[in-house]
C-alpha cells in the first residue's frame, strides 16, 4: 500500500503532454509517429490522438512525422502536475496521406483487437470476457500469406490442418475447427479461402454457440474471415507473383466511388494463380473474384452488397491413413520419400465455393441501431476425385479413391439484429437482441473404389483416369438429399456495475429441425428428428487500472446437435438423443500498457463436454448407442503483441491443452483426442526502417512449433513435432512494393492431419512479388 500510494503521490507531481494530428481536411492523420526530445516515440490512434504521461517539469520539444512527409515540431512547457494539449495540422490531406503509408508505421496494437462480430457488440477488448485473437492485412501483407491457414500460424495455441477434402482447419483447445464464418454469417464452403479478398481473421475461442449457433462452431472456437469494404477514396493495387514449383499468381484490388457525393462505393478483388505440387503428381488452378458495394441511401440507413466466387481446378492432395498392420510408431519411420504421391496427374476434380451476403442498416434512433442480414454460401465438388493411400503394413498401401459426382452444399442465413445503450440508473447497459433462421442442404452423390494394393519398396504400378470411369460407369451410387433447419433468438447484455466492473448475461433458444435424408430412388426419407436447445453464456471484467488491465472470468456453451439411431431390437426402436454439450470455465487477464504499445491475454480454461454418444454391447453380443460419453479438455493461453518502438512490431503466442476421453469406448478411453497437439508455441518480429534513404526497407522473421499428436486411438502412432521457420524481406515505397519470402527455411518435414487423414506438407521454398499501388 505504501508503494502504491507513493506511486500516486509521483504521478500527481508529474505532468503530461496530449493533443491531436490532423490532415489538411480534417481527418486524423492515423499511423503518424509524435517523438519527444529525450527520446520517447508513440503513434497516433485511429481517432488522431496521442499522450505522454508522467513528464517532469520542463520544457519538450514535440516532432511530428510521417514518411514522405516534412515533419513538424512545437515547444511546450509542463509545469509540475499540469496536463498540457497541444494540436498539429499536416500539410497534406487523408487521401494523399494514405499514399505514404509504411507498413512498419501502420501496426496499432490496440485497434486490431476491436472487432464488431466477436460479441456482436460495440465494446472493447478489455471490456470482452471471451478470448479472441486477430490476424489484421498488415500482418497478412508482411508475411506474404496466400492461404487461410496460413494465417493461423499467428493464433496462440491453434495447430493448422486440412480437411479430407483439403479446406482450411485448426486444432484450438483440443477440438478441430474447420467451418468458417464469413463476416460473422454462415459459409459452404468446398474450396480453400484465399486471402486476396480478406482484411482480418478472427479466431473467437472456446465454445460459442450462444452467439453463433451449433452448425459451424467447435468446441474449440471459431473462425470469422473479414472481407475487404469499400471505402471514399480512389485507389488499388495490381500485384505479381512467383514462387518455387512453378507457382505464378496475379491479383488485384480496386475501389472506387461511383458518385461525386461518395454514397455509392465500389471494390473488386480478384485472383488467379497456378501451382504444381511439390511432389511427384500434383497441379492446381485457382480463380477469385470478390466484389463488394456499399450504398448510403441517408445518413441513417445503410446497404452493403458483396460476393465472392472461389474455384479450383486440379489434382487433390494424398491423404494417408494407417491401420492396424502397421508396426512402426511414427509417420517419419514409414519407408516412402517425402516427394511421393502415388496419385496421377489425370485425376483432375473441380472444386467450386460462392458467398453472398446483403445488410441493411438502419440507425433507429441515438442509441440504437437495427442490422438486418442475409448470407447465402454455396459449394460443389464437381467430379472429385482424391487418393486415400492405407498402410495395411510398414510397406505396403492399399490404395482407393472417394469420388464425389458431385456434391453440392448450400446455406442460407437470415439474422435481424438490435443493438442498442441505455442506463438502468446509473448503470450503463449495451444489448444485442437477435433472432437467427438457418436452412442448409447437401445433395451428395459418393462412390468409394478400392484400387489395388502396392509395395512401396518396388515399382508402383499407374493408375489412370479411364480405369476408374470404366468402375464408376458399373457402379449403382444414389444420390442422397439431406436438409435442415434451425430457428434461434438470443440476446446479449453487458451491464456496468461501476465504471470498472461489468457483467455479460447471454442466452440462446435454438430449435434444430432434420428434415432427414431422402433416397431419389426409392423416394424414401429417414433419419428425420428435431431438438431443442438452451445455450446461455456469462462473464465478468474487473478493470483494477481502467483500459489497462482487466481480470477476467466467463462460463461459455456450446452445443452439437446428435442424430437419433436405430437400436438393434426386434421392432426397430429408435434412440431418441439429447444435443451434446461443452461447458467452459475460464479465468485470466488482458493488458493495454505501454500507451497502447502493449497488448497481452494470459488464460486457463477448463471444458467438459457431456451426452457424447458411444456404442456398448449388451450380454447377448447387441451392439447399442449410449449417451454417457464424455471428454475434458484443459489448457493455458498466452499471446502477447507490442509495438514498442516505431517500426519493430512482434507477435507472440503458446498454447499447452491437455485433454482425454473421460466415458467412452474401452479402446479409447483414457486417450487423448486424435491431432491434438499439447504444446504449440509462435512468433513474428519485424522491423521497417521509417526515415532516411531507405525507408520502407524491412525484414520480418517468424518460427511456429507444433509438438507431436496422436494419428490413432489407441495413441500408438505420432505425427511427429516440428519446428518452421520463415522469414520475408521487403521494400515498401508509397507507388510499389517488392518483398522475397523464405518459408521453412530448415527444410523440415512435417505433417498435418484432421485427426484421420494425414497430408505431407511443403519443404522449403521461396516466393517473389512486385506491388504497383496507385
Request: proline residues 4%; aromatic residues 12%; without cysteine.
Amino acid at each position: 500500500m505504501l508503494t502504491l500510494a507513493t506511486s500516486l503521490s509521483a504521478s500527481a507531481q508529474t505532468g503530461s503532454i496530449s493533443g491531436k494530428v490532423t490532415t489538411s481536411d480534417g481527418e486524423p492523420a492515423e499511423f503518424s509517429t509524435v517523438s519527444l526530445g529525450n527520446n520517447q516515440f508513440t503513434l497516433v490512434n485511429h481517432e488522431g490522438e496521442f499522450s505522454f504521461k508522467g513528464l517532469a517539469a520542463g520544457n519538450y520539444t514535440l516532432e511530428v512525422s510521417f514518411v514522405g512527409l516534412e515533419s513538424q515540431t512545437k515547444t511546450v512547457q509542463v509545469k509540475q502536475g499540469k496536463p498540457v494539449k497541444v494540436n498539429f495540422i499536416l500539410s497534406a490531406s487523408s487521401n494523399s496521406l494514405n499514399e505514404f503509408m509504411v507498413i512498419g508505421d501502420k501496426y496499432t496494437v490496440t485497434s486490431r483487437k476491436e472487432s464488431p462480430y466477436v460479441a456482436r457488440l460495440p465494446i472493447k477488448n478489455l471490456e470482452n470476457p471471451q478470448v479472441y485473437s486477430v490476424v489484421d492485412i498488415e500482418l497478412i501483407n508482411e508475411q506474404m500469406a496466400l492461404t487461410l491457414e496460413e494465417s493461423f500460424r499467428n493464433v496462440p495455441g491453434a495447430a493448422p490442418a486440412k480437411t479430407g477434402a483439403g479446406m482450411p482447419a485448426f486444432f484450438s483447445r483440443g477440438f478441430q475447427t474447420s467451418d468458417n464464418l464469413r463476416n460473422g454469417l454462415a459459409t459452404s464452403l468446398k474450396t480453400g479461402i484465399d486471402l486476396v479478398m480478406v482484411e482480418r481473421v478472427e479466431a473467437i475461442k472456446g465454445p460459442s454457440s450462444t452467439l453463433f449457433g451449433a452448425s459451424m462452431v467447435s468446441f474449440g472456437g471459431l473462425v470469422n474471415y473479414v472481407t475487404k469494404k469499400p471505402h471514399e477514396r480512389f485507389s488499388g493495387e495490381v500485384s505479381y507473383l512467383q514462387g518455387s514449383w512453378d507457382l505464378s499468381r496475379i491479383t488485384a484490388d480496386i475501389n472506387t466511388p461511383l458518385n461525386d457525393d461518395n454514397t455509392l462505393l465500389f471494390r473488386l478483388n480478384t485472383a488467379f494463380q497456378k501451382e504444381n505440387s511439390f511432389q511427384d503428381q500434383g497441379h492446381g488452378t485457382t480463380f477469385v473474384i470478390a466484389p463488394s458495394l456499399t450504398y448510403k441511401a441517408s445518413d441513417r440507413l445503410t446497404f452493403r452488397l458483396d460476393a465472392d466466387l472461389q474455384k479450383f481446378k486440379g489434382t487433390s492432395n494424398t491423404a494417408w491413413a494407417i491401420n492396424s498392420g502397421v508396426t512402426a510408431t511414427s509417420y517419419d519411420e514409414l519407408p516412402i520419400a517425402y516427394d511421393r504421391s502415388l496419385i496421377d496427374n489425370s485425376f483432375v476434380g473441380n472444386q467450386l465455393s460462392g458467398n453472398v451476403f446483403l445488410q441493411a442498416e438502419y440507425k433507429l434512433s441515438e442509441n440504437w441501431t437495427s442490422s438486418t442480414n442475409y448470407a447465402y454460401g454455396n459449394g460443389e465438388y464437381n467430379d472429385l476425385l482424391y487418393f486415400n493411400q492405407y498402410w495395411i503394413d510398414n510397406t505396403t498401401i492399399r490404395r482407393a479413391m472417394g469420388v464425389f459426382s458431385p456434391d453440392k452444399t448450400g446455406r442460407k442465413q437470415f439474422q435481424q439484429n438490435f443493438t442498442g445503450e441505455f442506463n438502468i440508473g446509473a448503470m450503463k447497459n449495451r444489448l444485442v437482441v437477435g433472432l437467427d433462421f438457418m436452412d442448409q442442404f447437401r445433395n451428395m452423390k459418393y462412390s468409394y473404389l478400392w484400387l489395388d494394393t502396392v509395395n512401396v519398396m518396388e515399382p508402383t504400378p499407374d493408375i489412370r483416369l479411364q480405369t476408374v470411369e470404366n468402375t464408376l460407369g458399373e457402379t449403382v451410387t444414389p444420390e442422397r438429399l439431406s436438409k435442415q433447419r434451425t430457428y434461434s433468438a438470443y440476446f446479449s447484455d453487458v451491464l456496468n456495475l461501476t465504471e470498472n466492473f461489468l457483467v455479460m448475461v447471454s442466452l440462446r433458444a435454438d430449435r434444430f429441425a432434420n428434415k432427414g435424408t431422402t433416397n431419389p430412388l426409392t423416394s424414401e426419407t429417414t433419419g428425420s428428428y428435431y431438438q431443442t436447445a438452451f445455450s446461455p453464456k456469462l462473464g465478468a471484467v474487473y478493470q483494477p487500472v481502467k483500459d489497462k488491465v482487466a481480470i477476467f472470468a466467463n462460463y461459455m456453451n456450446g452445443f452439437k446437435n446428435v442424430d437419433n439411431a436405430n437400436q438393434p431390437q426386434p421392432d426397430g426402436t429408435v434412440a431418441n438423443f439429447k444435443p451434446q454439450q461443452a461447458n467452459q470455465l475460464e479465468g485470466g487477464v488482458k493488458l493495454d500498457l505501454l500507451e497502447n504499445k502493449l497488448n497481452a491475454t494470459i488464460s486457463y480454461y477448463d471444458i467438459q463436454v457431456t451426452n457424447s454418444t458411444r456404442s456398448a454391447t449388451d450380454e447377448n453380443g447387441a451392439t447399442f448407442t449410449v449417451q454417457d460419453g464424455t471428454q475434458q479438455s484443459r489448457g493455458l493461453e498466452v499471446e502477447v503483441i507490442g509495438n514498442p518502438f516505431p517500426g519493430f512490431n512482434f507477435v507472440t503466442g503458446y498454447g499447452y491443452n491437455d485433454n482425454e476421453y473421460t466415458n467412452a469406448a474401452e479402446n479409447i478411453e483414457g486417450n487423448r483426442a486424435l491431432g491434438t497437439p499439447a504444446h504449440v508455441a509462435n512468433a513474428w518480429l519485424s522491423y521497417s526502417l521509417l526515415k532516411g534513404n531507405l525507408q520502407g526497407l524491412g525484414l520480418g522473421t517468424g518460427v511456429i512449433y507444433v509438438s507431436d499428436v496422436f494419428f490413432n486411438d489407441t495413441n500408438t502412432f505420432t505425427l511427429p513435432s516440428y519446428t518452421v521457420l520463415d522469414a520475408t524481406l521487403f521494400y515498401n515505397r508509397p507507388k510499389y512494393r517488392i518483398s522475397i519470402k523464405a518459408n521453412n527455411l530448415t527444410d523440415e518435414p512435417y505433417w498435418v492431419s484432421d485427426g484421420y487423414y494425414v497430408r505431407p506438407q511443403k519443404p522449403a521454398h521461396f516466393i517473389t512479388s512486385f506491388t504497383f499501388k496507385f
